[in-house]
């Protein structure tokens, strides 16, 4: 059966070896980030994250504060909202309580969120969804 939010391969291709700063699973930060690489992050956040880069949160990751960033991975738990100039991309393990605004949105399923998403189409063109709308 074909999930109707993934139709095409993810459009974040992030290599590992390419990555430039971890926080670890053990790791527990309070106080915000500014990255200017890839951040990948696999601990405990209490903060705002800010990279000019990409950012990664791994399946045991719990982030409570807004992300900034090129493209966005969420494979662990955002307590905030994300806004990205590419692509968000939430894994069947992401969980996203808090608004959501990219130009490109990947939801893979078994993802949670609860928010608000705005997918960029052209300049000040934005197309919205809330998790709290009924379907039409």
């Given at each position: ?10 459009v974040?291709?992030?290599s590992?070896?390419r990555?430039?700063?971890l ?8 106080g915000?980030?500014?990255s200017?690489?890839?951040?990948r ?10 990279a ?19 493209n966005?991975?969420?494979a ?9 100039s590419g692509?968000v991309?939430?894994e069947?393990s992401?969980?996203v ?10 939801i893979v399923?078994g993802?949670v ?14 197309v919205?969804?809330s ?6």
């Open positions: 059966m074909s999930d109707i939010f993934e139709k095409k391969k993810p974040v291709n992030v590992s070896d990555i430039t700063t926080i670890g699973h053990e790791t527990s930060i309070t915000s980030i500014k200017d690489g890839i951040l992050i696999d601990g405990k956040v209490d903060g705002g994250i800010e000019t880069g990409d950012v990664i949160l791994g399946e045991k990751s719990i982030i409570t504060g807004d992300i900034k960033a090129v966005a991975v969420i662990g738990e955002l307590n905030g909202n994300i806004t990205c692509t991309s939430i069947s992401g969980k309580f808090g608004d959501i605004e990219s130009y490109n949105l990947r399923e993802a969120i609860e928010g608000r998403c705005s997918v960029k189409k052209e300049e000040d063109q934005i919205s969804v998790s709290s709308e009924e379907p039409a």
